[in-house]
């Protein structure tokens, strides 16, 4: 739910009782694709802001936080990523967060809505700049679909850079889809899933996403939280599940002599993401 004056954009969390809001200067963009309603809007203090069916999807201010954590707590620890897959991601931050990597060999973007990469083109330009980068491909269609028709053992890294699990979401947060990315991850493969606030969804959407990980026949799973200012309750998460894989233990010394420039993202940071508050600990326990 939105509410929108002259000068403000509110999006309202009416089950949760609480709003976030950001002053906007105008709307640079509106239409309604084949899959849903996209709005971009030039704000005050947060840059441009994407909004989709009336969520807020992202800003240039603060898009770093989740684009960082979706992609290198992964990539470090795999023991050497060469051909990673994005699910949505439609912005390609993500996609070029992956591809600061110089092992990585091949990544595909597989995004249901083209409108969405298109629109970013212009409005994001920064989160595009590796879109011509050669390794980079892009697929326009199903990713449930295009994830089931990958060959078995094909794929190093699967990221799930999706909405909130409602409409074409959805089916991206079922057992049926964990399984097909398994047989399609090699040895040692990861797939990561985004997985909402652990403040309002540790006890439905988080504590689901492990048990439904595992039930497709992930070994290891854990979540990792990060800090978002324009999601809701401004905390964040990601979920990891490992094909025969540990997954807290990564390759720091590479992740701290990283051959690229971060702004949240660290070898320390890294090692505080994997800790997790009691609450959770309690909660995801076997």
Request: with cysteine; glycine share 6%; charged share 25%.
């Amino acid at each position: 739910m939105t509410a929108l004056n002259e000068s403000w954009f509110t999006e309202i969390f009416q089950d949760q009782g609480t709003a976030f809001s950001l002053q906007i200067n105008r709307k640079l963009h509106e239409e309604q694709t084949e899959f849903q309603k996209l709005e971009i809007y030039d704000t005050a203090t947060f840059g441009n802001l994407m909004v989709l069916d009336g969520c807020v999807m992202l800003t240039a201010r603060d898009n770093f936080l989740y684009h960082e954590m979706m992609t290198h707590p992964a990539l470090f620890t795999h023991k050497n990523p060469k051909n990673v897959v994005i699910i949505g991601g439609g912005d390609c931050g993500t996609l070029r967060e992956v591809l600061r990597h110089p092992g990585v060999e091949e990544a595909w973007q597989v995004e249901i809505d083209e409108r969405v990469t298109r629109n970013s083109e212009k409005y994001f330009p920064d989160l595009c700049e590796s879109n011509e980068d050669p390794r980079a491909n892009f697929f326009f269609g199903d990713g449930i679909q295009w994830i089931r028709d990958r060959a078995p053992n094909s794929v190093d890294l699967i990221i799930v850079d999706s909405t909130d699990p409602v409409g074409p979401a959805e089916g991206l947060f079922a057992t049926d889809f964990y399984r097909d990315c398994l047989l399609a991850l090699r040895d040692g493969g990861i797939v990561v899933q985004q997985s909402e606030s652990p403040l309002l969804h540790a006890d439905t959407i988080i504590k689901t996403i492990h048990q439904d990980m595992k039930k497709a026949g992930f070994d290891h799973v854990h979540t990792l939280p990060f800090p978002q200012p324009v999601y809701p309750t401004g905390w964040w998460s990601c979920t990891l599940g490992g094909k025969d894989k540990p997954l807290r233990y990564f390759r720091e010394a590479d992740a701290a002599d990283r051959p690229f420039v971060t702004r949240y993202y660290n070898e320390a940071i890294h090692k505080a993401a994997l800790a997790q508050p009691q609450f959770m600990v309690d909660l995801l326990a076997d």
